[in-house]
């Protein structure tokens, strides 16, 4: 790999760790109640490209929306270098493009949070909704950021997600939507705060309760059987015959599933503290990342296209994800056949 392509993936990981605190940032200003800080006007705040005397509310929403412009132009300047760096119908070109699309489109999102008034206090269920859209389209973001900036670190041309076993499909569709629920979660933590487990279980059950207490009881139940499978998936990874890259690839979400896991009971035994959310919300990103990683890794190793040529074959069709086994099972089962 040259040098200009070695220095474009490094700048497709930075872009990519950028994105964290942007959103990070964005939790705070909801957690802070400062949605509203500018009042019902995009882009400009209050009718103000830069506002002279700012509240505190006004402050945090002002550099939430200048972080937001500055991975504006990082995600421009990655795609312009992708399609000066890289060839036609290259991956890297078309990853980098999908970045600034979805980029865009939660610039659009995050506008109309402000224009309908979905911040602050508001309780309604549209917000609900359009904060899971909103949540979706960053995860998508991310994921890919994330194959942009893998694909130019390992040289590779394309992503074989085309080739991707429906039980790795499903850990993609398992971690967002545990995601949604867990953004969903935190918004009733928010707006209807609990002074002890005790009064949040009873504000859960109350039937005069708002839907978004009522998806709280839901949210823990959601994430473990979520976390459960992710654990059981990535242990296959790690059991496979693969690539070091895969292997580490499993571990990764292996272990990160289990951290994930283990903050959302502190989150819950501490009544979700702003500390404790912003924690929690890195963890879940930095977690989809790590499974994007994972799925990209295993669709692409040598394993996953001969996994899928025996089961075409009425092959070994354990655990139908496309894994070889290790040689040494593989060579029991032989064993087993010629004995028989």
Known sequence: MNTGRKWFARFAWFALAFNLPVILWGAYVRISFSGDGCGAHWPFCNGQMLPRQMAAPMAIEFVHRMMTSVDTLIVIALCIWAFRA???RHGVRLY???SLIFLFIE????AGLVLFRYVAHDQSAGRAIYLSAHLTNTMLLLGALTVTALLATRNREHASFGSMPGSFAVALAVTVFVSITGAVTALG???FPASSIAAGISQDWSSESSMLLRLRVVHPAIAVAGAIYLIFLSWRVLRCTGTEETKAAGRRVFSLTILQVAAGAVNLGLLAPLSMQMIHLLIADVLWIAVVLMVTEITASESIRHGAEAAAGG??????IGLERRPTERGSS???SSAS
């Open 86 to 88: 890289f060839p036609r």
């Open 96 to 98: 980098a493009t999908l």
């Open 107 to 110: 610039a659009l999102l995050g």
């Open 189 to 191: 933590d928010t707006l």
């Open 315 to 320: 092959g070994d069709m354990e655990l139908a």
């Open 334 to 336: 032989a064993r087993h």
